[in-house]
């Protein structure tokens, strides 16, 4: 099983400020099969980023993704007020999917 | 419109068994793998299992291998996950999920349904 490390667990920003997420898998992840998903208070997760770099359909650029083999990173830039929320990293390599522990980006 | 409707909440009791639904809409549902996802409660996402409706091609995660069952009946454009016997640690939301890259990368989702398992 491929273990994903997300990091930190907490980011404190403020609106217009770039947030950084980490993602560390246990083993390298294959053809960079990873994906980030968003995820707000009573809602379902929803699909940002597959490839590690590919936005999915509908998701503003500011959302961007890059990394390969056992380091990834979702970078959001100019933070908007509607972007704090949960995020997870997930990958889909190998026949066990699995997702990372999360982030949580809450309003400084 | 790409939709998957799920079943409403659940309260159950221990030794219960249950069948929670997931209609899709919007989309072939023989072509496309679907997908269960468990979130504990306050605690992050867990992959349960697919299925192919095509052709019922069915994957489950070790850990929960023989505790669930994952089922598609392509008439109704409905999957399914069901228990025989629910234990506490049931209790959890449960997501469905389209499934792109044989099934394990999830692109649309229903909106969850609860599951609480208390006696």
């Known amino acids: 099983e491929i273990v994903l490390t997300q990091s930190p667990g907490t980011l404190s920003l403020s609106p217009g400020e770039s947030a950084t997420l980490s993602c560390r898998a246990s083993?390298?992840?294959?053809?960079?099969?990873l994906a980030w998903y968003q995820q707000k208070p009573g809602q379902a997760p929803r699909l940002l980023i597959y490839g590690a770099s590919t936005r999915a359909t509908g998701i503003p650029d500011r959302f961007s993704g890059s990394g390969s083999g056992t380091d990834f990173t979702l970078t959001v830039s100019r933070l908007e007020p509607e972007d704090f929320a949960d995020y997870y990293c997930?990958?889909?390599?190998?026949?066990?999917?699995?997702f990372g522990g999360g982030t949580k980006v809450e309003i400084k | 419109e790409v939709q998957l409707v799920q079943s409403g909440a659940e309260v159950k009791q221990p030794g219960q068994s249950l069948k929670i639904s997931c209609e899709v809409s919007g989309y072939s549902f023989s072509t496309y793998w679907i997908a269960w996802v468990r979130q504990m409660p306050g605690k992050g996402l867990e992959w349960v299992g697919t299925?192919?409706?095509?052709?019922?091609?069915?994957r489950y995660s070790p850990s929960f291998q023989g505790q669930v069952t994952i089922s598609a009946d392509k008439s109704i454009s409905t999957a399914s996950l069901q228990w025989s016997s629910l234990k506490a640690s049931d209790t959890a939301l449960y997501y469905c999920?389209?499934?792109?890259?044989?099934?394990?990368?999830?692109?649309?989702w229903g909106q969850g349904t609860l599951v609480t398992v208390s006696s």
């Open positions: 997930q990958q889909y390599g190998s026949s066990l999917p699995t």
């Open positions: 299925i192919y409706p095509g052709d019922s091609d069915t």
């Open positions: 999920a389209r499934g792109l890259n044989s099934g394990r990368l999830f692109d649309y």
């Open positions: 083993q390298t992840v294959s053809i960079s099969y």
